[in-house]
């Protein structure tokens, strides 16, 4: 087996090139790296482009988001300096301003000095301070969006993300767990039910993958073959996959499930029947290195190759042991899940100290769950869209579902979780 995997340039390659980033034999350089003309401990504002959708931190007290330079701002010997900057920077916005136009969290502070909405594409004017590796933004003093068709493309998705946050807002926790499941943002996600899944396991259900796009290019599929035409089949397919990623924001994970998808449609329109899975893989991480390296030391992607090669890798062997203790779908996703877990711990291990091995069975039983609430909650969407009278009913029927799936959740989170060093 590993003799024929070896064989596989693409394989063989990335394998040489996890082996050079992971194990410091070669320091690879920061591409973009941020740059002052002006010393970096003096810098009191920056002025650029946010580049990515600001995430709330684990601890809640910011949202971090990458900033592209554009100038910088400090303060020497009394006099106000500006000068050029460029590189990319990691900002951490306070809570308090990143929420102030956010359902439920308006803040009266942040409204006495302006507020703003803080999304990818628009120009900002930040005040504050650089602490380590990131700047610490204490005020806004300008927001404008970049002129032409790019521009409002950029403001018609940050108004789009907005509303449909407050549409999720109104279904209270259930909506909270939609709006993290389909754009990405967990600030209305109960922390309660975000440990149930970190702790059982489950932390990449919530994290946008390869399973939500395969569920919008599923959907795509079905309205598309309604028109009898594979070509314009692949269009509304294409069309769907570059919706969702641009509305819900690139992340790792996200990245490595969009450019495995596109290439998986170009296979089948060049009338590639079964293939190889495992060279998709690869390609998309040696693609993936090249287009965004800064995402190699990032724990999603990781994660996510992780345990992508180890369902390629082992399940189909685990599957044949498995069918004799249970049935044909029961061990395929036991077999896949089992697979995933067993290249993903280590990772787990050397990056959070923790790792919990009932995450095998927990996936098999809450996976499914997620994969109907996702598409009823898309069904409750479109229906209270067209008929607003429905809306709260929506409400209920949303409800159920959640509870039961943090009643079953709250169940495997209770399972032990191994500790690094115990």
């Known amino acids: 087996m590993a003799i024929k995997l070896l064989e596989k340039p693409f394989f063989t390659a990335s394998l040489i090139c996890v082996f050079i980033f ?162 990405g943002s967990r600030e209305y996600l109960d922390p309660t039910v975000y440990s149930f899944f970190r702790t059982s396991g489950l932390s990449h259900i919530i994290a946008l993958s390869g399973m939500h796009l395969s569920m919008f290019s599923s959907i795509a599929l079905f309205f598309g073959s309604r028109f009898g ?33 596109m290439l998986l449609l170009f296979a089948a329109v060049a009338g590639v029947k079964n293939p190889d899975m495992l060279l998709i893989l690869c390609f998309s991480f040696l693609l993936q290195c090249i287009i965004s390296p800064s995402d190699l030391q990032n724990a999603g992607f990781m994660l996510s190759y992780g345990a992508l090669s180890g369902i390629l890798i082992t399940s189909r062997y685990l599957t044949k042991i498995i069918m004799k203790v249970f049935p044909p779908y029961f061990s395929t996703s036991i077999s896949a899940s089992c697979g995933a877990q067993i290249f993903t711990a280590p990772i787990s291990l050397g990056l959070f100290g923790t790792f919990s091995p009932i995450g095998v069975i927990a996936t098999v039983f809450v996976s499914p769950l997620i994969t109907i609430y996702i598409y009823s909650g898309l069904i409750l969407i479109i229906l209270s869209l067209i008929i607003p009278g429905i809306y709260s009913y929506s409400a209920i029927f949303l409800s159920i579902e959640y509870n039961f799936i943090k009643g079953i959740v709250a169940v495997f989170s209770r399972f032990p979780v191994l500790s690094f060093g115990e």
């Open 229 to 261: 035409r594979k070509k314009l089949t692949f269009i509304i397919r294409i069309i769907a996959l570059i919706l969702f990623v641009w509305f819900a924001g690139f992340s790792p994970s996200l990245l490595r499930a969009f450019i495995c998808s």
């Open 22 to 183: 992971y194990s410091n034999v070669v320091r690879l350089p920061q591409r973009n790296r941020a740059h002052f003309l002006i010393p970096e401990e003096a810098v009191t504002g920056i002025k650029g482009e946010i580049i990515s959708s600001p995430a709330k931190t684990q601890n809640g007290k910011y949202y971090a988001c990458n900033f592209y330079l554009n100038a910088a701002e400090a303060k020497i010997n009394g006099t106000k300096v500006q000068s050029r900057a460029d590189g990319l920077l990691s900002v951490l916005i306070p809570t308090a301003i990143a929420e102030v136009y956010f359902p439920g969290k308006l803040y009266s502070a942040a409204n006495k000095k302006g507020a703003f909405l803080y999304e990818s594409g628009a120009l900002y004017h930040f005040s504050g301070s650089i602490k380590g590796s990131a700047f610490i933004l204490k005020s806004c003093s300008e927001c404008t969006w970049k002129k032409g068709l790019f521009g409002k493309i950029d403001f018609f998705r940050a108004l789009c993300r907005l509303q449909f946050k407050r549409l999720m807002y109104a279904w209270g926790s259930a909506g909270g767990l939609l709006l993290a499941l389909l754009c």
